[in-house]
């Protein structure tokens, strides 16, 4: 009998959450999802091409140094299969640059579709595990992929490991992006070699109050357990959205400010007693006093990580 030739995988669709890691003192060790999207539809082509809408469309179309694309090829060539050319449409609602999860659900993207593609079986953790050691982090990646609210680390053996938390009641969020963009590489060198026995102290005790204030719903302990002494006062004269915005802490619907991972995006816990168009104009304001301009976005956990269809 002959062997009938595989057939080449159909389209393929791949929605990814944007992310927010470090959450205040939880600096590498906790991230979670948050409802912006980026969205890609792949077909398999005779070359590669790019089409984009949404946010930072211009970069997103562009072929060259595309991390998709280059994490895409990549891990095919690792697991020596032929890459097959893809045409892609992209819709994008992250912020690139700006600490928001972009080159995460990027990385992750790149990997599901050199999965699809490739047809290499791969696992949810090898994905995430995957992504996770090229980002040299897994908060954001494990985060993007599981959506909510994870704790992650990196094993000795170079394995992700993730547990995700489940927040009680409801969250809603305001994310503050700055015009100008933050390399993590920039944001990374601001930061010292070693820390105080009591800043380190405080912020693992920050740290476990800040997983009982969403665990437990515990609304009025946020404020306190997103204080940190590891990144964010180091990072400030980079971010100054930042301080700004953290003299609303406790008024105008906020219950706490941390930077949303490496910076100069902020992101901001609301009250949800307090309408969040309300706490949107208070925000607003206190930028305008202090001469400064953000774009602002009302949105909330998102509760589901990747969507594959």
């Given at each position: 009998?002959?062997?009938?030739?595989?057939?080449?995988p159909?389209?393929?669709?791949?929605?990814?959450?944007?992310?927010?890691?470090?959450?205040?003192p939880?600096f590498?060790?906790?991230?979670?999802?948050?409802?912006?999207?980026?969205?890609?539809?792949a077909?398999?082509?005779?070359?590669?091409?790019?089409?984009?809408?949404?946010?930072?469309?211009?970069?997103?179309?562009?072929l060259?140094?595309?991390?998709?694309?280059?994490?895409?090829?990549?891990?095919?060539?690792a697991?020596?299969?032929?890459?097959?050319?893809?045409?892609?449409?992209?819709?994008?609602?992250?912020?690139?640059?700006?600490g928001?999860?972009s080159?995460?659900?990027?990385?992750?993207?790149?990997?599901?579709?050199?999965?699809?593609?490739?047809?290499?079986?791969?696992?949810?953790?090898?994905?995430?595990?995957e992504?996770a050691?090229?980002?040299?982090?897994?908060?954001?990646?494990?985060?993007?992929w599981?959506?909510?609210l994870?704790?992650?680390?990196?094993?000795?053996?170079?394995?992700?490991?993730?547990?995700?938390?489940?927040?009680?009641?409801?969250?809603p969020l305001?994310?503050?992006?700055?015009?100008?963009?933050?390399?993590?590489?920039?944001?990374?060198?601001?930061?010292?070699?070693?820390?105080?026995?009591?800043?380190a102290?405080?912020?693992?005790?920050?740290?476990?109050?800040?997983?009982?204030?969403?665990?437990?719903g515990?609304?009025?302990l946020?404020?306190a357990?997103?204080?940190?002494?590891?990144?964010?006062?180091?990072?400030a004269?980079?971010?100054?959205?930042?301080?700004?915005?953290?003299?609303?802490?406790?008024?105008?619907?906020v219950?706490?400010v941390?930077?949303?991972g490496?910076g100069?995006?902020v992101?901001?816990?609301l009250d949800?007693?307090?309408?969040?168009?309300?706490?949107?104009?208070?925000?607003?304001?206190?930028?305008?006093a202090?001469?400064?301009t953000?774009?602002?976005?009302?949105?909330?956990?998102?509760?589901?990580g990747?969507?594959?269809?």
């Amino acid at each position: 009998m002959t062997k009938k030739p595989s057939r080449t995988p159909p389209s393929f669709s791949i929605t990814l959450p944007a992310t927010s890691a470090n959450l205040g003192p939880a600096f590498d060790a906790a991230a979670l999802a948050f409802s912006l999207f980026l969205t890609i539809r792949a077909k398999p082509a005779s070359e590669f091409s790019i089409t984009a809408r949404g946010r930072d469309a211009e970069i997103c179309r562009q072929l060259r140094d595309h991390l998709i694309l280059a994490t895409y090829r990549e891990v095919l060539e690792a697991e020596g299969k032929p890459v097959q050319p893809l045409a892609l449409h992209i819709e994008n609602e992250i912020p690139i640059g700006k600490g928001c999860g972009s080159s995460a659900a990027a990385r992750l993207a790149g990997i599901a579709l050199a999965n699809r593609f490739g047809r290499l079986g791969w696992t949810e953790n090898r994905i995430v595990g995957e992504a996770a050691r090229r980002e040299h982090h897994p908060d954001n990646a494990a985060a993007c992929w599981m959506g909510g609210l994870v704790v992650a680390r990196l094993a000795e053996s170079g394995e992700a490991q993730v547990a995700r938390v489940t927040p009680k009641g409801k969250w809603p969020l305001l994310l503050a992006v700055p015009e100008r963009s933050l390399s993590t590489e920039e944001a990374r060198r601001v930061l010292p070699a070693q820390y105080s026995r009591a800043d380190a102290v405080t912020n693992i005790q920050n740290s476990m109050f800040l997983l009982a204030a969403f665990a437990q719903g515990r609304r009025d302990l946020l404020s306190a357990a997103l204080e940190d002494r590891i990144h964010q006062p180091y990072r400030a004269p980079l971010c100054p959205l930042l301080p700004c915005l953290q003299g609303l802490r406790g008024s105008s619907g906020v219950l706490g400010v941390a930077l949303s991972g490496a910076g100069p995006s902020v992101l901001i816990f609301l009250d949800p007693r307090v309408g969040r168009n309300t706490a949107k104009i208070r925000v607003r304001e206190r930028l305008k006093a202090d001469g400064l301009t953000a774009d602002l976005f009302i949105t909330e956990i998102a509760p589901r990580g990747a969507l594959l269809t």
